[in-house]
């Protein structure tokens, strides 16, 4: 028996924690192979009458070996849809995306600033059981879909357990338990994973050329991330029925060149390649320039296969989706900037500090976390304290009948009214292109962790309307361990409150001494390091730079005149050269932030001798003033790139005339203007403005 088999066979034994897939999607060898392991004969695994939709995969309970719950049985005892999950505009959200770790084993430049991002402390995390319960709380309520996210969620220690106490809300109403990774140690976990309940996959690849996922990711991996991949296909072989998907985001001149061998991996495997619009984030240094259009890739994708079909959507897919006809896997867009999705959003998010978040382009968040620490005395709730609360509960619950959920959510009232007074804040629609790229939103890698120094504002700072006031009762029925626990001390008002936790009056503090300049590049212990200005606001910036060739003799400065140089047009070659520095300064200077420049000009001026330079061979020579000028919309100013450009242009002109005058003197180096940023406008001998 091949491992992939005996994985698929532990899955399906009595009792275990399983991923039920449809029996007409196993193989008949795997259903032989999974029957021989648990004992059975081939037939106990039947055909369902009527086989669903991938989007209604019946789940097995963990806890009953009893008959698969059928379609007809779920739509009988369907309930009504939790108010707490709908919003304004009769969206129900019945997907919850949950992020474990802020940790990452990548640096995905679309994603992750390229200096990192701050570790929160552990205890500003959401713990296990803080994640176990809220999943309950919200499967409870309706929510179908759990997926897991990140960071990268296989780098938490204990991602497999947790993943088994989410995945026994199987046999409570959750159907799906996903996983989004960047694929780079999933192969290790995969197999326990599917135990667990692992349905889905997405797999976040840009790239299928070794070295441009090490330029793009920053790190080496690629060979892992084709590991896991086979990995998947292997075990889909047997019959494990993941859904896997790849996400591609396509970044102009980066990887759109790689489109069409992305669609070409569909031809062979089953398998949705989805390409994302390059959508902005804190940090991810957006421009509209870099996006590639979803209209761009599928003319594109039509030109080499003018046979591609639309294929048939899920009402709440996020996923355009199309198949090459022969093909056995689709390929998908998801276009987030374009073409929204919004009319149809389904999704919430919780972030790695326990910040639920409504809209990924949102910035409004509220803490979740506070309130169900609130029966904790404000402490992260560890294994012993979720113990203790349990035991608490049971007592309590003495001589009532028991509960059919299977864990205590504390402050499930506070809870559930804080969640509904979010959902029903969300807007119809995020900000569209021209407002979204200058939106303050978390870096994509933070959108579930949290970020330290430049937070967005705190939880208890954000306001909502007094329309979205939660009301005094419920509107769905609650199970009776779900309010067992006596409400929390903890309350809204102090969460959306805008004065200090802390009241008692504190002793006037003397007058604190100006700040003595220090250099922002090094840290205190004198290590050069690169400045964070993710916190920044991104402004129109332009810098000009200044400096002078100077020739010794009077040979050199008619030649250039009249474009009889032997090396050719030293003032054009000068000026192209300076443009092509500017745009490179980051390659140059070590600690310079990669800008996207939207100017670049470099003017070169001849001038003779009179008055030239100091001494007699200036005035004689005369030489070539060289005046740079550069512009960007970003967080930090291009000074440098100013600079750059006017050294390399003087530069130029000095290799185009070495061989007329060997006396030359670059000189007078320096910036005279500079615009935009905090400190305004600043003018040589003038100062700021």
């Not at 919003?87 to 802020?102: A, G, P």
């Not at 972030?351 to 976390?369: I, M, P, Q, W, Y």
Request: hydrophobic share 35%; charged share 25%; net charge positive.
């Amino acid at each position: 028996m091949t491992a992939a088999a005996r994985c698929v066979a532990r899955c399906l034994r009595p009792g275990a924690l399983q991923v039920v897939v449809p029996s007409n999607r196993i193989p008949s060898q795997v259903r032989r192979v999974a029957s021989a392991a648990t004992g059975n004969k081939a037939e106990t695994i039947q055909p369902e009458p009527v086989a669903p939709s991938e989007h209604e995969a019946p789940l097995q309970s963990p806890r009953d070996d009893g008959p698969i719950t059928s379609r007809k049985d779920r739509l009988r005892d369907a309930r009504p849809f939790s108010d707490f999950l709908t919003d304004t505009f009769h969206r129900q959200h019945d997907y919850l995306r949950i992020s474990v770790t802020e940790r990452c084993n990548l640096r995905c430049v679309y994603c992750m600033p390229e200096e990192g991002v701050p570790l929160s402390p552990t205890r500003e995390l959401l713990t296990t059981p803080e994640i176990v319960l809220l999943s309950s709380l919200f499967v409870s309520q309706g929510v179908t879909k759990i997926r897991l996210t990140g960071g990268e969620p296989t780098v938490r220690r204990d991602i497999v357990p947790l993943m088994q106490q989410i995945g026994a809300l199987r046999a409570h109403g959750l159907r799906e338990l996903c996983l989004t990774t960047n694929g780079l140690s999933l192969h290790r976990k995969l197999e326990a994973m599917v135990e667990a309940g692992l349905t889905g996959v997405n797999l976040s690849l840009d790239t299928l050329d070794p070295w441009q996922f090490q330029l793009m990711t920053r790190r080496a991996g690629f060979a892992a991330v084709q590991k896991t991949i086979g990995r998947i296909f292997e075990l889909n072989r047997a019959g494990a029925g993941i859904k896997f998907k790849i996400n591609c985001v396509v970044m102009r001149g980066l990887n759109d060149r790689e489109i069409l061998p992305f669609v070409e991996l569909t031809r062979e495997k089953d398998v949705e390649v989805r390409f994302i619009e390059y959508m902005p984030f804190d940090g991810n240094k957006w421009s509209k320039g870099k996006m590639f259009s979803y209209q761009e890739m599928l003319e594109l994708i039509r030109a080499q296969h003018p046979g591609l079909q639309r294929a048939q959507d899920h009402k709440n897919d996020t996923s355009k989706t199309f198949q090459v006809p022969g093909f056995a896997g689709r390929v998908g867009f998801i276009t987030s900037m374009t073409h929204n999705f919004c009319g149809t959003c389904n999704r919430l998010r919780i972030t790695g500090d326990g910040n639920l978040k409504v809209c990924l382009f949102g910035n409004a968040e509220v803490s979740l976390r506070d309130v169900i620490r609130g029966v904790n005395n404000g402490e992260p709730i560890d294994e012993a304290a979720f113990e203790s609360l349990q035991q608490a509960a049971v007592e309590k619950l003495q001589g009532l009948s028991p509960s059919a959920e299977p864990l205590v959510v504390p402050n499930s009232e506070e809870l559930l009214n804080l969640i509904r007074m979010a959902v029903k804040g969300k807007k119809e629609k995020h900000a569209g292109i021209g407002e979204l790229e200058h939106m303050k939103n978390r870096p994509m890698i933070l959108i579930d962790p949290s970020s330290a120094p430049r937070r967005l504002p705190r939880p208890h700072q954000v306001r909502f309307s007094p329309n979205w006031l939660p009301s005094s009762r419920f509107t769905a029925p609650l199970p009776s361990l779900m309010t067992a626990l006596p409400s929390a001390t903890t309350h809204h008002a102090r969460l959306f409150s805008t004065t200090p936790r802390r009241h008692h009056r504190q002793p006037p503090s003397p007058p604190k001494p100006p700040p003595q300049p220090k250099l922002t590049h090094v840290t205190p212990t004198g290590a050069a390091h690169m400045v964070s200005i993710s916190a920044k606001t991104p402004t129109r910036r332009t810098a000009t730079a200044k400096c002078t060739v100077r020739f010794s003799n009077r040979t050199a400065l008619p030649l250039i005149r009249d474009n009889q140089m032997q090396k050719g047009d030293v003032l054009g070659v000068a000026r192209i050269a300076g443009i092509m520095a500017a745009k490179r300064t980051p390659d140059l200077v070590p600690l310079c932030h990669p800008l996207m420049l939207t100017h670049a000009e470099v003017e070169l001026e001849l001038v003779d001798g009179q008055g030239q330079g100091e001494g007699e061979e200036g005035k004689v020579g005369g030489g070539v003033e060289i005046t740079a000028t550069v512009s960007c919309d970003g967080k930090t100013g291009v000074e440098m790139e100013a600079l750059t450009a006017a050294s390399v242009a003087a530069l130029t002109v000095y290799d185009m005339c070495k061989a007329v005058d060997k006396g030359m003197v670059v000189a007078g180096l320096r910036v005279v203007l500079k615009e935009g940023g905090k400190s305004g406008r600043w003018v040589e001998g003038g100062g700021s403005e």
